[in-house]
């Protein structure tokens, strides 16, 4: 799994409005990278309708927010529309959970990335991880605002 103090693996992946979007573009602010197992899910949409809600203060932190899902971008598309995310939500679909697996965070046995959150700052340097370690158990929004503060 990618650690505290490695880089971010470099991707390139396509958003909810159907475009590329490369990690390059997260370069010279902190970001948020959070991985979701299942979207239209209570505990997925919880997090980031929470996130959704806070951007205002993460913009004040300086730090960015994408999602990562292992799901199609039409399905990722239709799930960012239904709920006003203000941010993108990127399609690992195929080759399916490559990123995630480069990330170190791919479930083989369910097909899905695990509920993890890479804390990067400017320079693409991954300054925190926060995970549930469970599937079934958000993480926690004040964890984010934390780690955020802490560079």
Known sequence: MVSIGDPVPAFTLTDNE??????ERLAGRKSLIVFIPFPFSGICEGELCTLRDHLADLDALDANVVAISCDTLFSNAKWAELN???????SDYWP????????????????????????????????????????????EYDLYEEALGKF
């Not at 006003?84 to 990127?90: C, I, K, S």
């Not at 899905?112 to 959150?117: C, K, L």
């Open 84 to 90: 006003g995310f203000g941010f993108p939500v990127l």
């Open 96 to 139: 399916h959970g490559e990123i995630a697996r480069a990330f170190g965070v791919f479930d083989e046995e369910k097909g899905v990335a695990t509920r993890t959150t890479f804390v990067v700052d400017a320079d693409g340097i991954v300054r925190d991880v926060i995970a549930s370690g469970s599937l079934g158990t958000p993480r």
């Open 18 to 23: 159907r475009q590329p979007f490369s990690s």
